[in-house]
């Protein structure tokens, strides 16, 4: 491979011992492997990092961090051209690198997004609190699991905020000013729908809509 074409994976966890493993197997599972492979700790408490090191994986754990600071310290701690976010409780398709690659090669965009497949974990207890995240469907969203990007896009339009929230807000931001993407029809991403996901919690709800509605004002104010 080409070294501008080198991709480095980046798992972020925190107190992710029933999953970690999981997410390991399909980085290693990858019909394209990456170049770079490392996970960024919140500061678990559990079995997190002994699981993790039975695979000799580069492992940096924060005393305490969010998930924004663990994806910084990621592109901080590789040097790859090409980066891909996993979290902990997800997985990778096998042919995810391999898809989000092609992508890139054919279209030399900033930021490549396919679909990701969400499942409800069987240990959830909230299963009656249905939402647009438990549907069965491929979905299009340009999450950090369904995404690759460009290192050089972190250079032109800044790091992400350091909190858990941070992903939508630099990608509207960084959309804004012209990011370059392309969408591919593939599905590269299965996301696992439990107690403690990060984008259930109400304040990130909140955000959510709020930028929603941001993009639908700005884009009316440049139709009048």
């Not at 290693?28 to 770079?36: G, I, T, V």
């Not at 339009?157 to 804004?176: E, H």
């Amino acid at each position: 491979m080409k070294s501008r074409n080198r991709i480095a994976i980046v798992i972020t966890s925190f107190n992710s011992e029933n999953y970690i493993e999981g997410a390991i197997n399909s980085v290693l599972a990858q019909k394209l492997s990456p170049d770079e492979f490392i996970i960024i700790d919140n500061g678990s408490t559990d079995n997190t990092q002994r699981i993790s090191e039975k695979f000799s994986i580069p492992f940096f754990k924060q005393i305490v961090g969010q998930v924004g600071e663990s994806r910084n310290l990621g592109i901080r701690n590789t040097t790859a051209p090409l980066i891909k976010f996993l979290d902990a409780d997800d997985f990778l398709t096998v042919n995810a690198l391999e898809d989000l690659h092609r992508g890139y090669v054919e279209s030399g965009a900033d930021f490549i997004y396919g679909k990701n497949l969400n499942f409800v974990d069987e240990m959830a207890s909230n299963l009656q609190q249905k939402s647009f995240a438990h549907t069965s469907s491929p979905i299009f969203t340009a999450m950090a699991l369904n995404s690759l990007l460009q290192r050089s896009s972190f250079t032109k339009y800044g790091l992400p905020d350091q909190d858990n929230y941070s992903w939508n807000r630099w990608l509207t931001k960084a959309k804004a000013s012209g990011l370059n993407m392309h969408r591919i029809e593939e599905v590269v991403g299965q996301r696992r729908i439990h107690d403690s996901n990060v984008s259930h919690d109400n304040s990130s709800k909140r955000e959510l809509f709020e930028l929603i509605a941001s993009n639908i004002k700005t884009r009316r104010s440049k139709d009048v």
